[in-house]
Every structure is written in structure tokens, then in C-alpha cells.
């Protein structure tokens, strides 16, 4: 079982930068697809952006596109999300989430392991 810990939340004016870190003290990323899902005060917990370890494909839900980019280091043992031209909407607590599913997951049904969270406030 993957133990993840994200790192890198805090507070941006909008329009500004900021990176996400999650890392598995338990080293076990290669047997995981990674995701980053976002969950706002009073709303569902929401998928943000996947990638594959084997192949280093990712997807990026729509809201984001173009913003907000997953990746891993070369050792691959950290999968980062970086957040540019940050909105006020992107407030949130942003979670790192692992699956064991070869295809693109959603649902946060599908990932078994979970960060503890960070969170991440835009002012505007």
C-alpha cells in the first residue's frame, strides 16, 4: 500500500504559481497510476490530473488544461503539480491519490491510497 504525503499548498494571488509535491515513503510508485483530485469547501472531491508511470502520458480535467501540469522526477518516486495563472476557483485541499488500475481512473472510487492533503487558497 502506497503512503503518500503532499507537500507545496499555501497562499497565491491570483495569477501566480504554485507547485504540489507527493511522495511515497513507501516506494511503490511503480505498481500506481497517480492522480492529483481537488475537493472545495461544500463540494465533491473532484479529479484534476492523472499519469501513467510506464508510459509518462497525463491528462488534465478541462478546468484546468493548459494551467496546471502533472509530472514525476526521473527517479520516480514524486509526482508533482504544477499550477500556473492560478484563479480564485482553484481554492481547495488538493489530494494525491494512487490506483492500480492500467486505465485512466476518475472516480475516486478507483484510487486506493490518499494523501492526508494540502491546502491551496487563491486570493483574488
Known amino acids: 500500500q502506497a503512503h503518500l504525503v503532499e507537500t507545496g499548498g499555501g497562499l497565491m494571488q491570483a495569477g501566480g504559481s504554485l507547485r504540489l509535491a507527493c511522495e511515497d515513503s513507501s516506494r511503490q510508485f511503480g505498481s500506481y497510476n497517480m492522480a492529483w483530485f481537488r475537493q472545495a469547501p461544500g463540494k465533491e472531491r473532484d479529479f484534476v490530473a492523472a499519469?501513467?508511470?510506464?508510459?509518462?502520458?497525463?491528462i488534465h480535467a478541462d478546468s484546468v488544461k493548459g494551467r496546471f501540469f502533472i509530472s514525476t522526477d526521473r527517479a520516480k518516486t514524486t509526482v508533482y503539480l504544477d499550477m500556473n495563472n492560478l484563479k480564485p476557483d482553484d481554492t481547495a485541499v488538493y489530494y494525491c491519490?494512487?490506483?492500480?488500475?492500467?486505465?485512466?481512473?476518475?472516480?475516486?472510487?478507483?484510487?486506493?491510497?490518499w494523501g492526508q492533503g494540502t491546502q491551496v487558497t487563491v486570493s483574488s
Open positions: 499519469i501513467r508511470w510506464r508510459s509518462g502520458s497525463a
Open positions: 491519490a494512487a490506483s492500480p488500475h492500467g486505465s485512466w481512473r476518475y472516480g475516486v472510487g478507483d484510487y486506493t491510497a
